[in-house]
Antibody
Framework: QVQLQESGPGLVKPSQTLSLTCTVSGGSISSGGYYWSWIRQHPGKGLEWIGYIYYSGSTYYNPSLKSRVTISVDTSKNQFSLKLSSVTAADTAVYYC???????????WGQGTLVTVSS | EIVLTQSPDFQSVTPKEKVTITCRASQSIGSSLHWYQQKPDQSPKLLIKYASQSFSGVPSRFSGSGSGTDFTLTINSLEAEDAATYYCHQSSSLQETFGQGTKVEIK
């Protein structure tokens, strides 16, 4: 079964770039079958889809975040990454990585990591 | 953007009772609707995909139905471990969205 684990700084200063990595185990990113995704949840709030990437490098981003988001993949490390630029306090959230199957549901999720934007 | 509206926002239910949660889409999304369960301090878990297909390992008391704009998640014979917030999610449009969530509390 696919397992995912997020890693990265828990504190980012305003105007800087948030960077997170998701390590996938239990399967190869480059085997196909999944779009590797990022989703966030503001404290006490609902879920917001950020975007996803296929192992080939094709990306799809939420239009509301597209100008600030970059998702990349490193198949040699079985990892994919999120960069969110020019962050503000409104970007404070728990960030989840997830595997989106061809059925377009988010089948597997990481445990999530809280990122706080504060000076 | 397709807006998903869940009802109710909150439900307090006794064990063994039947729970029904609805999700209404602002435009037709076919069957591209999925349901997740999120327990406190945990990540969401997929329950139902494509409106009515149970995900592997999900107890049979969870079921989904609907198409177009109106969808339902049903929990038959609620158990204490089902206390959680439930979210619907649409993958019909290029901007995928989630419902606001329905919190189910056990009386």
């Amino acid at each position: 079964q696919v397992q995912l684990q997020e890693s990265g700084p828990g504190l980012v200063k305003p105007s800087q770039t948030l960077s997170l990595t998701c390590t996938v185990s239990g399967g190869s990113i480059s085997s196909g079958g999944y779009y590797w995704s990022w989703i966030r949840q503001h404290p006490g709030k609902g879920l917001e889809w950020i975007g996803y990437i296929y192992y080939s490098g094709s990306t799809y981003y939420n239009p509301s975040l597209k100008s600030r988001v970059t998702i990349s993949v490193d198949t040699s490390k079985n990892q994919f990454s999120l960069k969110l630029s020019s962050v503000t306090a409104a970007d404070t959230a728990v960030y989840y990585c997830a595997g989106r199957g061809y059925g377009k549901s988010f089948d597997y999720w990481g445990q999530g990591t809280l990122v706080t934007v504060s000076s | 953007e397709i807006v998903l509206t869940q009802s109710p926002d909150f439900q307090s239910v006794t064990p063994k009772e039947k729970v029904t949660i609805t999700c209404r889409a602002s435009q037709s999304i076919g069957s591209s609707l999925h349901w997740y369960q999120q327990k406190p301090d945990q990540s969401p878990k997929l329950l139902i995909k494509y409106a009515s297909q149970s995900f592997s390992g999900v107890p049979s008391r969870f079921s989904g139905s609907g198409s177009g704009t109106d969808f339902t998640l049903t929990i038959n014979s609620l158990e204490a471990e089902d206390a959680a917030t439930y979210y619907c999610h649409q993958s019909s449009s290029l901007q995928e969205t989630f419902g606001q969530g329905t919190k189910v509390e056990i009386k």
